[in-house]
């Protein structure tokens, strides 16, 4: 999945690719970084950057267990920071507590 952005913020798309199976191609920007890294969990690209977007390509495209292994570890990454029944109560906790004011 290529989705190289120029925006701050964890694409939804991203996740939903580690949740199929599928090897996100991401830019390399501070929120996303937060949660994965680079050839464990992702390839960069900067956004507009054609020869980084085709090396990811072609990267994802030849190297097997490399994309394997990095497809099994986003099962497990997914689950911890994105599945709902695993996050709920911390949004909810999050939420309850913007509403007390003490954030």
């Known amino acids: 999945m290529v989705a190289p952005s120029l925006v701050d913020g964890r694409p939804n798309c991203m996740l ?8 996100p191609i991401v830019s390399p920007i501070a929120s996303i970084c937060e949660v ?14 054609i020869d980084e977007i085709a090396k990811a390509l072609l990267s ?13 570890r986003n099962l497990v990454l997914v ?5 709902r029944s695993t996050i709920r109560a911390r949004v909810v906790d999050f939420y309850r ?6 954030w």
């Open 60 to 72: 994802g495209m030849t190297e097997d267990a490399l994309v394997d292994a990095m497809a099994q």
């Open 79 to 83: 689950r911890e920071i994105a599945e």
């Open 97 to 102: 507590s913007l509403a007390r004011g003490r």
């Open 16 to 23: 939903e690719a580690m949740a199929a199976g599928a090897v």
């Open 36 to 49: 994965v890294a680079e050839r464990q969990n992702v390839f960069f690209a900067h956004n507009l950057a």
